[in-house]
């Protein structure tokens, strides 16, 4: 059984238009997480929830909105996309204490935005 | 602001040979360090961890080495094969936080 994953896996979509990734996992963990992963392959947080709250909320344009039904899964909604939202973006999650270890991430989805 | 990263962009090593990837890091405040590799197509995959009162660590084939006096980590492949192609993170996080930091990644190639 997958632990992350996140549905799809690929996007293409045109410049304008709304869109939402799905993200979920069964390990579960309380913590669950949005990073955007450039061309050049930097990885960089974008929201993070725990337990359904939004603790994490880096500078990110607000046409981005994280929503966290429950602790199981965290999907990221995209409003009036432009060219510079394409990217890689992973979705992740840990055990809920800030000194628990690791993060898991899913496989990963590639926005394009033409 | 703070931030992680990587010396080398780019690795090179012949298989059978050692890697050593370095990292280093700005935050003297972070506790909790760790490494993750990413194939392509794929998500990160965590590798090794280490906590600031540790300053060694080993896995399977992998070492992970703390130097708290000028912060720098690094990560150890002995005997790199070619499935450790992929890119190589240090990431970081403070006390009590929740966000990890990642540096820019190392991008390793093991030539056969």
């Known amino acids: 059984d997958t632990a992350v994953s996140q549905t799809p896996k690929y996007l293409v979509t045109q410049m304008g238009n709304d869109k939402s990734i799905k993200c979920e996992q069964n390990?579960?963990?309380?913590?669950m997480y949005w990073y955007k992963q450039d061309s050049k392959k930097f990885l960089k947080i974008m929201f993070s929830?725990?337990?359904?709250?939004?603790?994490i909320n880096e500078t990110v344009p607000n046409r981005f909105s994280p929503k966290s039904p429950d602790k199981a899964h965290l999907n990221l909604h995209i409003n009036s996309l432009e060219l510079g939202d394409s990217a890689v973006y992973f979705c992740?999650?840990?055990?809920?204490?800030?000194?628990?270890?690791?993060?898991?991430f899913g496989p990963g989805t590639r926005l394009t935005v033409t | 602001g703070e931030s992680v990263g990587l010396h080398l962009p780019t690795l090179s090593v012949q298989e059978g040979d050692n890697s050593i990837i370095n990292c280093a890091y700005s935050?003297?405040?972070?506790?909790?360090f760790i490494w993750y590799k990413q194939e392509s197509g794929k998500g990160p995959q965590f590798i090794i961890d280490?906590?600031?009162?540790?300053d060694k660590r080993q896995g399977q084939r992998v070492t992970v080495l703390l130097n708290k006096t000028v912060k720098h980590l690094s990560l150890q492949i002995a005997a790199t094969q070619p499935g450790d192609s992929a890119v190589y993170f240090c990431a970081e996080r403070g006390v009590g936080d929740y966000k990890l930091s990642f540096g820019a990644g190392t991008t390793v190639t093991v030539r056969a």
């Open positions: 992740a999650s840990s055990p809920g204490t800030p000194s628990a270890g690791e993060q898991y």
């Open positions: 390990l579960g963990h309380d913590t």
């Open positions: 929830y725990n337990n359904k709250e939004l603790i």
């Open positions: 280490i906590r600031s009162n540790m």
């Open positions: 935050n003297s405040a972070s506790d909790y």
